[in-house]
C-alpha cells in the first residue's frame, strides 16, 4: 500500500518569504503526485500534478511552483509568499489504476502573515 | 470531468444508519464513484468505490443506482468518529478529481 508523508504539519511564514514543501511517497514507484489547497470551508483546489520524473502540470495560474526531482518526490515552492498562498496544502498520490483512489498526506497548515 | 451534487450538510443519531446521497446525472459509462471523508485538520481518507454493482467493505456500503446517475453511503451504524465531510467524486482516467465542497456529517450522541 501506498503512504504519503508530508511535512512540516504547521507552518507560519512572513509575505514575501519563500516556501518549499516537499512530499515523498512510499510503498510504490512511478505514481501520480498531486497537490492540493483548501481554503478554510471550502473544497480541494487541485494545483499541480505530476505523472513522472520532471513532468509537471499546473491547473490554475499562481504564484506556486512545483518539481518532481525523483519518482517519490514532489515538492512545492513559492520564491515570495502572499498573504492569499494561505491555507492547508494537501499532497496525494494515486497509481493510475482506474479502480484505485489516491492516498492523502496529513497536510500542511500554512499561514502567511 | 463529470461533477457530483451533494447536500452541503447532514445530521445523524449515534449508532443509526446514515446514508448520503450523491447525484451524478452526467456520468460517462468509464466514471467510478469514489467515496473520500476528511476529519478535520486531516487529509481525505479513502471510503470506498465502486463501478456499477453494490459494494460493501469495513467501512460502509455503497449502493449504486441502476441506471448510474445517484449513488447512495451508507454508514450502517454512525459513531462519534464518523462525524467528518464526506466526498462524492468520479474518476474515469483523468489525472484530476474534482472535490467539490462535500457532505458535512454531524453525529448526535
Known amino acids: 500500500s501506498q503512504t504519503i508523508h508530508q511535512w512540516p504539519a504547521t507552518l507560519v511564514q512572513p509575505v514575501g518569504s519563500p516556501l518549499s514543501l516537499e512530499c515523498t511517497v512510499e510503498g510504490t514507484s512511478n505514481p501520480n503526485l498531486y497537490w492540493y489547497r483548501q481554503a478554510a470551508g471550502r473544497g480541494l483546489q487541485l494545483l499541480f500534478y505530476?505523472?513522472?520524473?520532471?513532468?509537471i502540470s499546473s491547473e490554475v495560474p499562481q504564484n506556486l511552483s512545483a518539481s518532481r526531482p525523483q519518482d517519490r518526490q514532489f515538492i512545492l515552492s513559492s520564491k515570495k509568499l502572499l498573504l492569499s498562498d494561505s491555507g492547508f496544502y494537501l499532497c496525494?498520490?494515486?497509481?493510475?489504476?482506474?479502480?484505485?483512489?489516491?492516498?492523502f498526506g496529513s497536510g500542511t497548515r500554512l499561514t502567511v502573515v | 470531468d463529470a461533477k457530483t451534487t451533494q447536500p452541503n450538510s447532514m445530521e445523524s443519531n449515534e449508532e443509526e444508519p446514515v446514508h448520503l446521497p450523491c447525484n451524478h446525472s452526467t456520468i460517462s459509462g468509464t466514471d467510478y464513484i469514489h467515496w473520500y471523508r476528511q476529519l478535520p485538520s486531516q487529509g481525505p481518507e479513502y471510503v470506498i468505490h465502486g463501478l456499477t454493482s453494490n459494494v460493501n467493505n469495513r467501512m460502509a456500503s455503497l449502493a449504486i443506482a441502476e441506471d448510474r446517475k445517484s449513488s447512495t453511503l451508507i454508514l450502517h451504524r454512525a459513531t462519534l468518529r464518523d462525524a467528518a465531510v464526506y466526498y462524492c467524486?468520479?474518476?474515469?482516467?483523468?489525472?484530476?478529481?474534482?472535490f467539490g465542497t462535500g457532505t458535512r456529517l454531524t453525529v448526535i450522541p
Open positions: 496525494a498520490g494515486m497509481t493510475g489504476k482506474l479502480n484505485y483512489g489516491y492516498t
Open positions: 505530476s505523472v513522472g520524473i520532471g513532468q
Open positions: 467524486i468520479l474518476r474515469a482516467g483523468a489525472n484530476n478529481l474534482f
